[in-house]
């Protein structure tokens, strides 16, 4: 299927999924089979997930949810059957939607988990609880607003606080969870926890849950995170957070849709330079292309398919590793289908 017959098909199949809010799941039987109670959320079927993510492609999503407050999603995963594939994003500025699109559901939490609130403030020490559907740069500014230094870095991750917490998110030399002091968390049947640091496998973009004997494998998703903070100043807070985007503006291509860094740095070296020694910079697929401003991102040059993302992302990989020996492990996490797939 070519480009255009594809982004025809994705309009004629999303021309009914808008202003579908407040509906009862049993009316929706069909595709998630259950009889839920009323959501207060918004509800929309076959729903493009281009629109919803940071490199502006990808494929449809059976069902799309947008939930009011976090009792609406408890309630939303409470109803879920068991064996229904849920998929939680914020801004989707680390993640590539296959173009045949995703079974299950898919659950945006931004701009609707967004509390922000200064929650503690004792001497020289602070904590902040933010919601998982925030910007991670708002964070950084409320921070500085409030006269507290420490989650400056913050402004320079182009995610929301879920996404930071789940892959322990970090630029320019810090980290998310080096200021994470506890975290609330919700699981597949709806229920909330919380969770402090010392319950997680925490690593360089990495977060994992740690095991429990009768529950190996628990499926949860980040709803917020208290951060402790150090008492600082409104002027310095602010340079330090121009300065760091400055730098973002100068290094990043940030003028096409992009997912922020492709793979991870390997031990002692950077994933862009190890790229760019392997003579891929400016190497593309169809309209998706290793960035010539910063080689570890893949941008879209307007119209690729989420088929060319993953091909360039393949060839970095192969070809990094037959020039260097390094193999590089991505950071984007790739969801769906591809077309022609069984699904």
Not at 14 to 28: G, L, P, Q, R, T
Request: net charge positive; charged share 20%.
């Amino acid at each position: 299927m070519n480009k255009l017959a594809l982004r025809q098909l994705e309009a004629n199949q999303s021309v009914a999924s808008h202003h579908v809010s407040a509906m009862y799941i049993s009316d929706k039987e069909c595709s998630l089979g259950t009889d839920a109670a009323l959501l207060r959320g918004e509800w929309r079927l076959r729903e493009s997930m281009r629109k919803h993510i940071s490199w502006r492609t990808g494929g449809i999503a059976d069902n799309f949810y947008l939930p009011a407050d976090l009792q609406d999603f408890a309630q939303f995963l409470c109803h879920c059957p068991n064996d229904l594939p849920v998929h939680i994003i914020g801004l989707g500025s680390n993640l590539l939607v296959r173009d045949g699109g995703i079974r299950g559901a898919v659950v945006v939490l931004h701009a609707r988990l967004n509390d922000l609130i200064l929650v503690e403030r004792k001497g020289m020490r602070s904590v902040i609880y933010a919601g998982a559907g925030l910007p991670c740069a708002k964070v950084a500014r409320f921070a500085a607003l409030h006269g507290l230094t420490g989650a400056e870095f913050l402004a320079g991750i182009p995610g929301t606080v879920g996404g930071a917490l789940a892959m322990n998110a970090g630029c320019y030399g810090a980290e998310t969870w080096e200021i994470v002091e506890k975290v609330s968390s919700i699981d597949r049947a709806g229920g909330l926890h919380e969770r402090d640091p010392d319950m997680y496998q925490i690593g360089y973009r990495h977060v994992a849950l740690q095991p429990s004997p009768g529950s190996p494998n628990r499926e949860e998703w980040f709803v917020g995170g208290w951060f402790k903070l150090k008492q600082g100043d409104q002027t310095t807070s602010r340079q330090k957070i121009k300065a760091l985007l400055t730098a973002r503006i100068h290094s990043q291509p940030l003028n096409f849709p992009n997912a922020g860094s492709v793979f991870r740095n390997p031990p002692g070296d950077y994933a862009a330079r190890l790229i760019e020694a392997s003579g891929l910079k400016g190497f593309s697929v169809g309209g998706a292309m290793v960035s010539t401003k910063h080689a570890n991102f893949i941008i879209n040059k307007g119209d690729a398919m989420a088929s060319d993302i993953e091909a360039v992302i393949a060839e970095v990989r192969n070809t990094v590793k037959e020039r260097t020996g390094i193999e590089l492990i991505q950071e984007v996490r790739i969801i769906g289908d591809a077309i022609g797939s069984n699904r």
